[in-house]
């Protein structure tokens, strides 16, 4: 069967958008897929609003560009109102609760709310991996590429500086995971 993950990642600036894009697509090409990224970026980098889009797939990819996601991971109230319509019915909203308010309208798509920045805060410590546990999330519900493919490819996104932070990205990713496996009740 053909393996087909089109998605969009957005939010505001400074909330690792850009680098969960960037991780997958490294994680893709890490499992021998193809993959493409597109970045987007709003008036300002930080602050203003932030997109990109990814496609992971076992065959080549004919256009990087997603006009019809499959799945969409949505970080602020903004980005659900541009990027909700687009979903494609029957695709994946992961919505981080915690910066939006407002409930998804569409009820021909699986909506998964996850509180991640209060759980980012109180579980790790740091609300800076706030995306990376909704990475994890996504990753456990779509299978789009492993957990272990994503570690290897923050070798490749962080600079050695920040190789440190790698086990704390690790967890982040694990909480994720165990939160998809809830919402499926495995």
């Given amino acids: 069967m053909l393996m087909l993950e089109e998605l969009i990642i957005a939010g505001f600036g400074g909330q690792g958008v850009m680098s969960m894009g960037q991780l997958l697509a490294y994680a893709g090409m890490i499992e021998h897929k193809h993959v493409a990224w597109i970045p987007s970026y ?5 602050g203003g609003t932030a997109n990109c889009a990814v496609t992971i797939s076992d065959r080549e990819i004919s256009s990087p560009v997603v006009t019809e996601p499959s799945s969409v991971i949505i970080m602020n109230q903004p980005s659900l109102h541009k990027f909700e319509p687009a979903i494609k019915p029957g695709g994946l909203l992961i919505i981080n609760s915690s910066l939006v308010s407002r409930k998804p309208t569409r009820n021909d798509i699986r909506v998964v709310e996850i509180a991640a920045d209060e759980l980012a805060s109180e579980k790790l410590g740091n609300t800076r991996v706030a995306n990376i546990i909704m990475l994890g999330c996504y990753i456990k519900l779509t299978l789009a590429v492993t ?4 570690i290897d490819s923050l070798k490749k996104v962080f600079p050695q500086r920040k190789h440190n932070l790698i086990p704390l990205n690790r967890r982040a990713l694990e909480l994720g995971a165990a ?7 495995c």
């Fill in 42 to 46: 709003g008036p300002e980098m930080r």
């Fill in 147 to 150: 957990i272990e493919s994503i």
């Fill in 179 to 185: 939160i998809a496996e809830k919402v499926n009740g």
